[in-house]
Structure formats: C-alpha cells, structure tokens
T-cell receptor
Framework: DVKVTQSSRYLVKRTGEKVFLECVQD?????MFWYRQDPGLGLRLIYF???????EKGDIPEGYSVSREKKERFSLILESASTNQTSMYLC???????????FGSGTRLTVV | AQSVTQLGSHVSVSEGALVLLRCNYS??????LFWYVQYPNQGLQLLLK??????LVKGINGFEAEFKKSETSFHLTKPSAHMSDAAEYFC????????????FGAGTTVTVRA
C-alpha cells in the first residue's frame, strides 16, 4: 500500500524553538507539498517542490523553510516557532500533472 | 489564479437522505476539479476528480459530481447518506500552467443524523 508518512502525529514545542516536520513518500512522486489546515480556512499551501533540491513558495511561506535533498523526503522547518504557527500540518505528494494528491495523516503542532 | 468557494461550512442530513455539497470555482482556463474527504484525525483521501471528458464523474463510496462549465460549479452528491459519511469534505481546483498545484476550498463538515 502506497504511503505518505509524517514522522509525528502530535508535537508540542516552545516559542522560539526550531522545529522540523518530516515527510517521506514511497511512490517515487516528483511533486511534494506542505499545507497547513486551520478551521474555516481550509488548506493553505506553504511550500512545494517539483524535483530534488527544487522548491517554490506557496501562499503563506513566511516563517517557514523547506528542504528536499532526496526525492522521497520533504522537510518543513519552522526557524523560530511562534504561537500563531499552532496548526495541523499536512504533507502530500503527486505524480506529474493533473494527478490527485496522496496525503499523510498530518502532524498537529502546538506551540506554547 | 484559480480559487474555490464551498457554500455552507456545515451540512446536516438524515440517514438515507440526499447529500449535496456545493462547490463553485473561478479559473481563467479549463480547470481540473477534485473532491477530497477527511475523516477525524486523518489526512485527506481523494473521492473523485474531473480532468477532461465526461462531465459526470463517479467516485468512491457512492459519491458523484457533475462539472457544469456554464455555472462554474462542481457539486458533490450522494443519493442516500450513511452514518459513515460523517466527515469534512474539500473541493479543490488546479489549472494550467500550475496544474500540479491544488487550491482548496474552506471545507464542509457533514453530520449524519440517525
């Protein structure tokens, strides 16, 4: 069964900490995405990558960075966590164009 | 740029009744349209998608959606609701040249009454 795996389901971090969210897919997909999900706002794109070492900003990149050193892994980095980054973070991958996404189960991050 | 509007953040239906979730999109070029479902504490799962061809699309779990270009709509329906349909549903759109990137609506939460 193909999968997108997010390393943590729940995380609690302190304000100012550097936070790493990891995502791994086993489908050899070119495209990988990080979204955050907040009630009433749906999913908002933070960053995406269409190839190794390639990245593009999404709609809300401020306060975040990403890394894609290998095709199967896409990391989201919060350089200095703040309380307004408390959210559900979803990773997804897709093949080529027009394809549907495969999502991970999400990481619920709380910044205190 | 494309965008999606889902009408109604919450929908409550009786078991056995019709489920209708509304989605309107804006796009300057022919879009690709998707519906996803999210069960509690899970990621999103693809229900169905429209890319080209037949405008009535059938998906999993008895859901279907119809692409109506004249109305810029892609409403999701299911003839008879089951308790297991209680979830949050998201409509999404992509369009060239960025057709590998999806824009999502705000979501509609469905509650099914016994």
């Amino acid at each position: 069964d193909v999968k997108v795996t997010q390393s943590s389901r729940y995380l609690v971090k302190r304000t100012g900490e550097k936070v790493f969210l990891e995502c791994v897919q086993d489908m050899d997909h070119e495209n990988m995405f990080w979204y955050r999900q907040d009630p009433g706002l749906g999913l908002r794109l933070i960053y995406f990558s269409y190839d190794v070492k390639m990245k593009e900003k999404g709609d809300i990149p401020e306060g975040y960075s990403v890394s894609r050193e290998k095709k199967e892994r896409f990391s989201l980095i919060l350089e200095s966590a703040s309380t307004n980054q408390t959210s559900m973070y979803l990773c997804a991958s897709s093949r080529g164009q027009n394809g549907g996404y495969t999502f991970g189960s999400g990481t619920r991050l709380t910044v205190v | 740029a494309q965008s999606v509007t889902q009408l109604g953040s919450h929908v409550s239906v009786s078991e056995g009744a019709l489920v209708l979730l509304r989605c309107n999109y804006s796009s300057s070029v022919p879009p690709y349209l998707f519906w996803y479902v999210q069960y509690p504490n899970q990621g999103l799962q693809l229900l169905l998608k429209y890319t080209t061809g037949a405008t009535l699309v059938k998906g999993i779990n008895g859901f279907e959606a119809e692409f109506k270009k004249s109305e810029t709509s892609f409403h999701l329906t299911k003839p008879s609701a089951h308790m297991s349909d209680a979830a949050e549903y998201f409509c999404a759109v992509s369009a060239p040249p960025n057709d590998y990137k999806l824009s999502f609506g705000a979501g509609t939460t469905v509650t099914v009454r016994a």
